[in-house]
Nanobody, 123 residues
């Protein structure tokens, strides 16, 4: 089971980007999915999270600008980022709590991270 993130890049201030993160493998189900980011010299911080039922949570710094969503049929989480600011520059990491196992009795939730994708907001 793994997570594959994509969609980062260079964008001007005020621009938009959409990040995607797909889970693959023998997955039973996925609980919460989230995006974190880490800027140079700073600690990793939670950007946004979404539960399996669609409830969302955002960092105050991105509320009204970013939207997290998920497609459960595709085991994919998205982060639509609008009105980007230079301070949004960071490596973005996706996270998912994935349930799987070799049999029904061995199903267990595991915490998975995707590889980071760099978002640079600069003119």
């Amino acid at each position: 089971v793994q997570l594959q993130a994509s969609g980062g890049g260079l964008v001007q201030p005020g621009g938009s980007l959409r990040l995607s993160c797909a889970a693959s493998g023998s997955i039973f189900s996925i609980n919460a999915m989230a995006w974190y980011r880490q800027a140079p010299g700073k600690q990793r911080e939670l950007v946004a999270a979404v539960t399996s039922g669609g409830s969302t949570n955002y960092a105050d710094s991105v509320k009204g600008r970013f939207t997290i969503s998920r497609d459960n049929a595709k085991n994919t989480v998205y982060l639509q980022m609008n009105s980007l600011k230079p301070e949004d520059t960071a490596v973005y990491h996706c996270n998912a709590r994935i349930i799987y196992g070799s049999s029904w009795s061995e199903l267990k939730e595991y915490d998975h991270w995707g590889q980071g994708t760099l978002v640079t907001v600069s003119s």
